[in-house]
């Protein structure tokens, strides 16, 4: 991928491979992400677009090949220490809590950013009270610009499906990365649902994140994506533009068939 004013990508992917057992669902996987773009990672279903963001995020660790985020090698780091480097995901399930408000599932993802010590929780020092206050506008501020500001008292069950994906964004945003995951967030939502979602991520573009989507909604993808890395069969298949990767013969018979092209 060619970087904007050729500054290193944001992320590298580097050779990475993933296996389980006799399964290979990575398979040398290579690619970089620049910083402050939309790239959407594509393919069809078992392609192991899921699994590279399991291991960009901490939660599997590649057979071999490694991850570079901002010049560090994430090889080793633990999940919650990448999310204090600037690295935020969402899953294909919503995952939200039920049985907590709205706000209080937001301030879920302001706490992994907190510094507060047990000792001065317990107490109710000064700078603990100025740091659950912070906690508390942020998580506003990000359901405001998701749209769910004005639900922040409401049971996140109470919330209809695509209320609660959008919540599951809020809260990834609560932690106030710098590269954000998103895997698959448009799935089961409307029409007019995924246009707002297609909105919300322009507008935490704007804000300077850099997303990498894993969708198959390919209007939704052509619409956002800046740059399109597919993958097939846990291989690397192909990378450029929107309209490149719509026109390319190899993706076109592996995944978007005759419909796109």
């Known amino acids: 991928m060619s970087t904007a004013q ?11 491979s993933m296996s389980f057992g006799g399964v290979q669902a990575l398979d040398d996987v290579s690619f970089g992400v620049d910083e ?3 790239l959407a990672l594509i393919g069809p279903n078992g392609a192991g677009k899921t699994t590279l963001l399991n291991v960009i995020a901490g939660t599997l660790t590649p057979t071999a090949g490694g991850v570079r985020y901002r010049g560090h ?23 939200v809590f039920g049985e907590m408000t709205v706000l209080e599932n937001a301030l879920v993802g302001c706490h992994v950013q907190g510094r507060s010590e047990l000792f001065g929780a317990v107490i109710r020092l000064p ?37 609660q ?9 609560a932690a106030r990365p710098s590269l954000l995951l998103l895997d698959e967030p448009a799935a ?14 322009r507008r935490i573009q704007e804000m300077g994140t850099t997303v990498v989507l894993v969708e198959h909604d390919m ?8 740059w399109v890395v597919v993958l097939d069969h846990g291989r690397h298949l192909a990378e450029g533009t929107a309209r490149e990767i719509r026109r390319n013969q190899a993706v076109i018979g592996a995944y978007l068939g005759a419909e796109v092209a």
């Open 127 to 163: 700078y603990v009270r100025r740091e659950e206050e912070d906690a508390r506008l942020e998580a506003l501020r990000v359901l405001n610009l998701v749209g769910l500001g004005s639900k922040a008292d409401v049971p996140a069950s109470a919330l209809t499906f695509g209320q």
């Open 188 to 201: 089961g939502l409307n029409r007019m649902e995924k246009n707002d979602l297609g909105d919300l991520m």
């Open 73 to 95: 090698k994430l090889n080793g780091l633990p999940t919650h220490q990448r999310v204090r480097l600037g690295i935020g995901r969402t899953f294909q399930q919503a995952l």
């Open 219 to 226: 209007e939704l993808v052509m619409r956002l994506a800046e």
């Open 6 to 16: 050729n500054r290193p990508p944001v992320m590298e992917i580097q050779r990475v």
């Open 36 to 38: 402050g773009r939309i």
């Open 165 to 173: 994906r959008l919540l599951a964004i809020a809260r990834a945003l």
